[in-house]
């Protein structure tokens, strides 16, 4: 079956430090879609990447997905405290509904 | 304009019992999905309902069942309740089309004791 990877699985940085998280799919995605997850609350869509090698902003976030459509990553430049969170990536091959990585847990320091 | 609704937001069942937990989809959507998130996990696919029948299942049980009603809202049930099966269980909608973004209720958090 489907399976999509996140690595790593928690990460702490210093407030003001850079943070990535990266994606992997064991099949070709039509789509990715990325959700932020706050301590106690339910995810929330960021963004969604459908071209092969397609890359979008957010201010001081970066998404990227792989020319292959089977690995993406997010890049948050700058963490800030209101960066804590579970980031986490969904992907859909064809019409399936979306599977969601195990996530990435980020921790800021101040 | 309402997001996607979810009742009860907390529910302690015993083990065996049986538990419907409702879902009303943001306006406009019609399409609503379930998902089990376990502590510490993302988000498992459980199914999704359209037109008021399951169109695709996840990897889960057959004790796991739910329901689309005309309006679009929705009914998880899970029956013979285990231990494991205490979760938070989120629902999801989104509009038509497949490549669509989904909005997440605040979910129910059930403890199976």
């Known amino acids: 079956g489907q399976q999509v990877m996140q690595i790593p699985q928690y990460q702490h940085v210093q407030e003001g430090e850079d943070f990535t998280t990266y994606c992997n799919s064991s099949?070709?995605?039509?789509?990715i879609q990325w959700y932020k997850q706050r301590p106690g609350g339910h995810p929330v869509f960021l963004i969604q990447?459908?071209?092969?090698?397609e890359v979008k902003k957010q201010k001081r976030l970066t998404f990227q997905f792989g020319e292959a459509k089977k690995n993406s990553s997010l890049h948050i430049t700058a963490t800030q405290t209101t960066d804590v969170g579970t980031y986490f990536c969904?992907?859909?091959?064809?019409?399936?509904?979306?599977?969601f990585g195990t996530g990435t847990r980020l921790t800021v320091i101040p | 304009d309402a997001g996607v609704t979810q009742s009860p937001t907390h529910l302690i069942k015993t083990r065996g019992q049986q538990v419907t937990l409702r879902c009303s989809p943001k306006?406009?959507?019609?399409?609503v999905s379930w998902y089990q998130q376990a502590l510490g996990q993302g988000p498992q696919f459980i199914f999704q309902?359209?037109?008021?029948?399951?169109?695709q299942r996840g990897n889960f049980p057959d004790r796991f069942s739910g329901h689309q009603f005309p309006n679009y809202s929705s009914e998880l049930n899970v029956n013979a309740l285990l231990l494991g099966d205490s979760a938070l269980y989120l629902c999801?909608?989104?509009?038509?089309?497949?490549?669509?973004?989904?909005?997440f209720g605040q979910g129910t958090r059930l403890t199976v004791v």
């Open positions: 999801a909608s989104r509009g038509r089309g497949w490549v669509t973004e989904a909005f």
């Open positions: 099949t070709t995605l039509s789509n």
């Open positions: 990447l459908v071209k092969s090698g």
């Open positions: 969904a992907g859909r091959a064809g019409a399936n509904n979306l599977f």
């Open positions: 306006s406009g959507h019609d399409t």
């Open positions: 309902y359209y037109e008021e029948e399951e169109r």
